[in-house]
């Protein structure tokens, strides 16, 4: 099991249409565990991302979780199965292939579209989520249809655009875009970034199609139905899912409980690292103990 790579020295990871091209077809979505506790936290990044975005959070948690996160289809380490790539990504699909690597009774923590993966997952396969952690997540990212709390289509027509030409200065305007406003910008601009050059970037086609699921989806009937205990953190400044969004779900899912963050952007575990702990602690410490072990979590141990 690699690390992230060191700070100016390692090589940068292959070319990501290589690295998909010499991966098998069927090759499971890679994962890394860390810890040894009863209750198993999952994470789920968000687009374009990986999970070394979550590292820091991983290194504090592996003490009280046993804490498996994993690459989405085509984002890091993890290839994009052709059946995705040619029935194209819905979180239906997304959620299908993620959800054998869930233990039974997990705690399930996504980030942006990890949130709504996070949401399809608890609708789809509830015996698997035992409660949810929701990260700048939305219903529905894109604005319509009597929904107000979610960025113009013009955005996301933009960066579908531009993806075709500069897809690096696509992904890192979108990156710019989730700390803008936020305390310790830079720093957490950075981090972003040196998430993608350690673990792997996914190709132009893949973030093509993952795309997608952000312009398409909308889990808004399916709320009251996610029958879990859930905290919905967002952020004062979040220009990707805005506060209202957070808000509106939290309050449309029955067991909900909200929490905003003052001068945060949309990645609030890397800019209120401490107040994110505390709030997902605390949080932790409500529900009812784990029954029995769950399913053995799978990825390498770090």
């Given at each position: ?98 959800a054998p690597q869930v233990p039974h009774g997990a705690l399930v923590l996504g980030w942006s579209l990890g949130g709504q993966l996070a949401l399809q997952l608890a609708h789809a396969v509830p015996e698997r989520v035992a409660a949810l952690v929701l990260v700048s997540t939305t219903p529905r990212f894109v604005a319509g249809d009597g929904w107000a709390h979610g960025v113009a289509p013009s955005v996301l027509a933009h960066f579908a655009k531009h993806l075709g030409t500069d897809y690096r200065a696509t992904v890192h305007d ?129």
């Amino acid at each position: 099991m690699s690390g992230p790579a060191a700070a100016g020295g390692a090589a940068r990871t292959p070319d990501p249409a290589t690295r998909e091209a010499d991966a098998p077809p069927d090759a499971p979505l890679h994962a890394e565990r860390r810890g040894d506790a009863a209750r198993t936290l999952v994470l789920l990044h968000g687009w374009a991302l990986n999970l070394r975005v979550f590292d820091a959070l991983s290194a504090t948690l592996a003490r009280d979780f046993t804490v498996l996160a994993l690459d989405l289809p085509g984002h890091g380490r993890s290839i994009e199965p052709a059946s995705l790539a040619r029935d194209g990504w819905t979180l239906e699909r997304l959620a299908a292939l993620v959800a054998p690597q869930v233990p039974h009774g997990a705690l399930v923590l996504g980030w942006s579209l990890g949130g709504q993966l996070a949401l399809q997952l608890a609708h789809a396969v509830p015996e698997r989520v035992a409660a949810l952690v929701l990260v700048s997540t939305t219903p529905r990212f894109v604005a319509g249809d009597g929904w107000a709390h979610g960025v113009a289509p013009s955005v996301l027509a933009h960066f579908a655009k531009h993806l075709g030409t500069d897809y690096r200065a696509t992904v890192h305007d979108f990156l710019e875009l989730q700390v803008r406003g936020s305390r310790d910008a830079a720093a957490a601009l950075a981090t972003l970034q040196a998430a993608l050059f350690a673990q792997g970037e996914a190709s132009p086609a893949v973030l093509a199609r993952s795309l997608e699921v952000l312009r398409h989806s909308d889990l808004r009937a399916a709320l009251p139905a996610i029958d879990v205990p859930a905290l919905v953190i967002g952020g004062q400044y979040d220009r990707v899912t805005p506060p209202g969004a957070a808000r509106a779900l939290a309050a449309a899912l029955p067991h909900a409980r909200h929490h905003e963050l003052a001068r945060c952007g949309h990645a609030p575990f890397l800019t209120h690292e401490a107040e994110f702990g505390a709030l997902l602690h605390g949080f932790a410490a409500s529900l009812p103990a784990p029954r029995a072990a769950a399913a053995t979590a799978t990825g390498p141990r770090r």
